[in-house]
């Protein structure tokens, strides 16, 4: 049923891997189609279908989102980068970046203010086609438990007071002008210097980007009966002085300690569930009477939920001392 997402996956995951080793030459129509067995019209349209926009423009945007990083972090010569990226010159370079972006590659040099960059699209994403842990694999590693202080440092992020869950915030977040997935995601990707970036693209925690839970009155009621606001966002340093994108907020957070609940790397299609089980079994169960500290449910506290399946899943929550 999902095979055609799996193929486009694989082929957008190779398009990824060709930027990003300057193998440029090697992704066109023609030869992608050729190397995963179809014709360039079946490719094209399928493409289209099942990404929702044209092969060609999507490669243009990956190109110019890579680009936009290496004028960000680097101090590689404009037409270097240009040519880096498959682009013909300085002038087709900086047409293409100020059509994209609203503002120059040497402009945004000196002034690398928050854009929306086409981050990677999943079309065959485990949670928004529900195949997430249906397998009858049972993962045997057990979930690791360990007490952390995290340094003080800022949250910029977007907030929802009615979701529950993943999919439920960003449905109910498509609703608001601007804080759709793709916006936000492609926002935050832009964003340079986050704490947790480990060098991914689009909403995942290797991109630096993680859901997370703030105790508020107003919040919803979770299962762990606390009233929680749900967040998306990214964590910063301290003496982040960048421009704040007008959707989102940007709040320090102190430094503080923490429980950290870890499951390790896993498979997605077959272990997600029973390693969410997993995780909630040991939270719900864990005995705080020996260790001196208990969960902190204190208004304002933050509760961090990073879930990476090549890495780990790990939910961080604040306990105090008694």
């Known amino acids: 049923m999902y095979e055609w997402n799996r193929n486009i996956q694989r082929i957008i995951e190779e398009i990824d891997c060709c930027i990003k080793e300057k ?14 067995g179809y014709s360039e019209y ?5 493409f289209k279908e099942i990404s929702g926009m044209q092969f060609r423009d999507y490669l243009r945007f990956r190109k110019l989102a890579f680009a936009l990083k290496s004028v960000r972090d680097t101090d590689d010569g404009i037409l270097d980068i240009a ?7 300085h002038e087709s370079f900086t047409r293409a970046f100020k059509d994209a972006y609203g503002i120059t590659p040497s402009e945004y040099r ?4 928050p854009v929306v960059l086409r981050t990677i699209i999943k079309p065959f994403d485990c949670y928004l086609l529900g195949v997430g842990g249906t397998g009858m694999h049972n993962t045997t590693e057990e979930v690791k438990t360990y007490f952390i202080t995290i340094p003080a440092h800022k949250f910029l992020h977007i907030k929802n ?31 340079k210097g986050k704490l947790d970036d480990m060098g ?34 990214v964590r910063l340093p301290l003496d982040y002085s960048g421009e704040v994108p007008e959707q989102m907020l940007l709040t320090d957070i102190p430094e ?29 169960e864990f005995n705080y009477s020996s260790t001196g500290y208990c969960l902190d449910t204190t208004p304002g506290r933050i509760f961090y939920f990073y879930h990476d399946c090549t890495r780990f899943w790990k939910y961080i929550r604040p306990v105090k001392k008694v």
């Open 42 to 46: 079946h490719f094209s349209r399928k």
């Open 256 to 284: 503080a300690e923490y429980i950290v609940f870890e499951h390790g790397p896993f498979d997605f299609e077959t272990e997600n569930r029973m390693v969410e089980e997993k995780i909630e079994k040991a939270m719900k």
């Open 161 to 191: 007071y009615e979701s529950i869950g993943y999919w439920d915030f960003w449905q109910k977040q498509s609703l608001i002008p601007g804080q759709d997935c793709e916006t936000i995601c492609g926002l935050l990707d832009s964003i």
């Open 23 to 36: 193998r440029g030459e090697q992704i066109t129509l023609k030869l992608l189609a050729k190397k995963f």
């Open 83 to 89: 040519l880096d990226y498959g682009f013909s010159s």
């Open 110 to 113: 000196h002034n690398p203010v």
């Open 200 to 233: 991914g693209s689009g909403a995942d925690s290797g991109s630096g980007q993680i859901m997370a839970f703030v105790n508020e009155p107003a919040g919803r009621i979770c299962s762990w009966g606390i009233p929680l606001a749900e967040c998306y966002g």
